[in-house]
C-alpha cells in the first residue's frame, strides 16, 4: 500500500513556476491565484465603472475581470499593451472589454471623463521608470476610496531587481514619500499573510485628494419645488467627493443645510431697479387705427446673481481649495456636468440652454482653477456691471471674455425650472384667464389707469376704491381711471366671477409701466 504524500513544500518560486502556466478559461492569465482571489474581492467592494489595465499580453487576466464586471453588470475594462498578443476570442469580443495597443504612453486620458469610478491595474513592463511614469499619468484619475494596482513587486525577492533597475517596489518606496494621497493597504497585502501576493505592498489605496474641488451654488428658493430641486442636486453633488458651499438670501430647511459643508446666509442681495437698471420689455396693439403701447421695466437680478458668485468665491478662496464648480441651485446634472467634475478644466464657461434659444456663454455652470477664479471675480463690480446700460448678466459675461480669457464649452448647460416661460411681463392681474395692464410711471404725477387686453368678448367686473365701489363691463383695450395718483395710494379691490382680488400691493410695488396711445 502506497503512503499518501504529506509533505508540503511549496516557496515563491514553485507558485511563480506554476503562475506561469495559468489560465483563465483556456486563456493564458500567468496571475497569482492569490490575486485571483483579491481581485474579485477588491471589485465587488468598489464596483468600479472603469478598471484601466497596463499590460494585457495574452489577455486571460483581461477576460477574468471583465467577467467580474459583467456580474456586477456594470463597467469596463480598457486593456493597454504595446503590441497585439490576444488571439482568444473570448476576448476580442468581450463587450466590456476595449483593448488599446502603443503602450500607456499614447493612451488618451480623456476617454476617462465620463466614469465616474476608476481603478488602475499596472501589469506593464515592470521597470522602475516606466511603472513611476504610468503612476504619474494615471494616478489623478483614480476615484476616492479605489486602488492604483502596482503588480509584480515580488520580482526583488525572486531576484529579477536588478534586470528591471529596482522594479515596483523601488518605484513603491518613491510614490510613498512623494504622494500623500495613497497608502498601502495592508488589508489586500497581507490578506493571505505578510505580503502573501505578488503584487507586494502593491495595493496603493487614494485616502485623499491634493486637489481640492468645491461646488459653490448660487440659489434663491423661495417655493417647495425650487428647496426640492437643490436638495436634489446638492446629493448628486456629493455622490461626486466635491464639497458644498451654498449661498442665500433665504432661510433653508435643515434637510437641505445639512448635506452642505457651508451655508452663508446673507441679506445682502442687490436687485437693481429702475432707474439704476431695469429689463425692458414692451408691447403694441393696434386699434381702431390707434395704436396703443404698453411698455413696463422690472428689476435687473443679474448683478444679485453675479454679487452671489463673487461672495461665495471670496469665501472658498479663503479655504484650502484649488478647483472651483460654480452652479445655479437648479442646474440640470446630466453626463456634461459631471464630465466637468473629472476633468482638468482651469478657467471654462459653459453656454446656457432654455427650450430652443441658446446663449453664448452663461452664469449656470462655471469651472476655475484658483487663479483664474481670483482674476474673475475681481472684474464683478457694480460699475463694471453698469458700464454699459444695455447688457444683461449673460451680455456681461462674454464681454469680459477677452479679460478672463476663459474658454467656451460646446455643449450648453440647462437649468430644471424657468418659471417665466411662456410668461406675460405686461400683465399685472392675479386673475387666472383675465388680463389688465396697469399704468404707473414713478416719472410723473398723474392718476393710475388700468388697461384690459388679451381677454375673450366682455365681462362684469366690481372695483372697489376705497369706499366706493363700481361695476363695469370691460372689453379689451377699455381703459379705467382709478382716480388717485402715486401720491395718494387707496385701497383696490376687483371683483371678478364673485371673487375678491386686493390689488392695492400689485399697484404700489409697480415703478415703471407706461401706456402711450399715439
Known amino acids: 500500500m502506497n503512503m499518501i504524500d504529506t509533505i508540503i513544500d511549496f516557496n515563491l518560486k514553485t507558485i511563480e513556476a506554476g503562475h506561469h502556466k495559468m489560465l483563465y478559461r483556456g486563456v493564458k492569465s500567468l496571475k497569482c491565484p492569490f490575486d485571483y482571489v ?39 475594462i480598457h486593456t ?19 483593448r488599446f495597443l502603443g503602450g500607456y504612453q499614447n493612451y488618451d486620458i480623456n476617454l476617462t471623463k465620463n466614469f465616474n469610478t476608476i481603478l488602475i491595474i499596472d501589469d506593464g513592463s515592470h521597470q522602475y521608470q516606466d511603472v513611476l511614469d504610468a503612476f504619474t499619468k494615471f494616478q489623478g484619475i483614480v476615484s476616492l476610496n479605489s486602488y492604483y494596482i ?53 495595493f496603493l489605496k487614494k485616502t485623499s485628494s491634493n486637489i481640492n474641488k468645491v461646488a459653490l451654488i448660487s440659489s434663491f428658493c423661495d417655493t417647495q419645488e425650487k428647496i426640492d430641486v437643490l436638495e436634489k442636486n446638492i446629493k448628486t453633488i456629493k455622490e461626486h467627493n466635491l464639497d458644498v458651499i451654498l449661498i442665500s438670501p433665504l ?25 439704476i437698471r431695469g429689463i425692458y420689455y414692451w408691447r403694441k396693439y393696434n386699434f381702431n387705427g390707434v395704436v396703443h403701447e404698453l411698455s413696463s421695466m422690472y428689476p435687473d ?10 461672495q461665495l468665491s471670496e469665501i472658498a478662496l479663503n479655504m484650502n481649495y484649488n478647483q472651483f464648480y460654480h452652479m445655479i441651485y437648479d442646474v440640470k446634472i ?81 437649468d430644471e425650472i424657468f418659471y417665466y416661460n411662456n410668461h406675460d411681463f405686461l400683465n399685472s392681474s392675479p386673475i387666472e384667464n383675465f388680463k389688465f395692464f396697469i399704468e404707473k410711471n414713478e416719472d410723473v404725477v398723474s392718476n393710475i389707469r388700468i388697461y384690459f387686453y388679451g381677454n375673450e368678448g366682455q365681462k362684469d367686473i366690481d ?54 396711445i399715439k
Open 80 to 98: 493597454i499593451d504595446i503590441e497585439e498578443y490576444v488571439d482568444s476570442e473570448l476576448v476580442i469580443n468581450h463587450p466590456r472589454i476595449k
Open 301 to 310: 437680478y443679474g448683478f444679485a446673481g453675479m454679487n452671489q458668485i463673487k
Open 150 to 202: 502596482i503588480e509584480d513587486g515580488s520580482l526583488t525577492e525572486l531576484g529579477y531587481s536588478e534586470s528591471h533597475n529596482g522594479g515596483p517596489l523601488r518605484a513603491i518606496e518613491e510614490i510613498m514619500v512623494n504622494n500623500n494621497e495613497y497608502e498601502i493597504d495592508r488589508k489586500w497585502c497581507d490578506f493571505f499573510g505578510k505580503n502573501a501576493t505578488f503584487n507586494t505592498n502593491g
Open 334 to 414: 446630466d453626463d456634461n456636468v459631471i464630465e466637468g467634475f473629472y476633468s482638468d478644466k482651469k478657467c471654462n464657461v459653459y453656454p446656457s440652454k432654455r427650450d430652443n434659444t441658446i446663449w453664448k456663454v452663461g452664469l449656470h455652470y462655471m469651472i476655475f482653477d484658483r487663479v483664474n477664479l481670483q482674476n474673475f471675480i475681481s472684474y464683478i463690480t457694480l460699475e463694471e456691471y453698469l458700464s454699459d446700460s444695455d447688457r444683461d448678466a449673460f451680455s456681461w459675461l462674454f464681454d469680459i471674455k477677452n479679460k478672463v480669457n476663459y474658454e467656451i464649452e460646446n455643449t450648453p448647460i440647462e
Open 251 to 275: 432661510s433653508l430647511p435643515e434637510s437641505v443645510l445639512e448635506l452642505c459643508d457651508y451655508f452663508f446666509l446673507t441679506k445682502d442681495n442687490p436687485i437693481l431697479k429702475f432707474p
Open 463 to 516: 372695483i372697489k376704491i376705497g369706499n366706493i365701489k363700481k361695476i363695469h363691463t370691460v372689453k379689451n383695450h377699455d381703459i379705467i381711471d382709478l382716480g388717485f395718483d402715486k401720491l395718494n395710494y387707496q385701497k383696490v379691490i376687483i371683483t371678478v366671477d364673485s371673487i375678491e382680488y386686493d390689488i392695492s400691493d400689485i399697484i404700489v410695488n409697480i415703478t415703471h409701466n407706461v401706456l402711450n
Open 38 to 76: 483579491t481581485y474579485q474581492m477588491i471589485i465587488n467592494e468598489i464596483k468600479p465603472d472603469l478598471i484601466i489595465e497596463i499590460g494585457t499580453l495574452f489577455g486571460g487576466n483581461t477576460l477574468y475581470i471583465a467577467d467580474l464586471l459583467e456580474i456586477n453588470k456594470k463597467g469596463e
